[in-house]
C-alpha cells in the first residue's frame, strides 16, 4: 500500500510518521515532526495530506482525541471502531459490524458514507497495572 501511485511525496511522508508512532497522532506533532532534518512543515501540507490519507481510507481520524492514526486494516474506506484506553492512550482499531445501523439509517433515508465508532475504556495492560 505503501507503493500507491496517489502517495505524493507528502502524503507518503505523513503516513510514514503516522505509522511509527506508537500511538494516534495530531496535526501538530506531524507538522513538527515533519522534516527529516527538524524543520517543521508548512501546515497546510500536512492537512491536506491528511485529508487525503483520511479519504482514502489511509488513515482515520479520532475525533475525541483530534488525532490521527494509520489504518491497520485492509479496505478502503471501511467503517471504523477504535478501542481507546483512558489511561494509557493507547488506540487500537477494529472493524465493527455496522451492518444493523446502516439498515437502520437506510430505513430513515440517510446514506451514511462513513462510519467511525469509539469506545473509551481499560486496555489489558492497564488493567492489570
Ligand atoms: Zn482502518
Ligand atoms: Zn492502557
Known sequence: MATDERLTAPRRRVLQLLLQADGPLKAYD???????????????TVYRALDFLERL????????????????????NHAAAFLICSCCGAAEEFEPDFAPGRLAAEAKGYRVTSVTLEARGLCPTCQTG
Open 30 to 44: 506531524l507538522i513538527a515532526a515533519y522534516g527529516e532534518t527538524g524543520e517543521p512543515a508548512k501546515p497546510p
Open 57 to 76: 481510507g489511509f488513515a482515520h481520524r479520532i475525533e475525541s482525541l483530534n488525532a490521527f492514526v494509520p489504518c491497520r486494516l485492509d479496505g478502503e
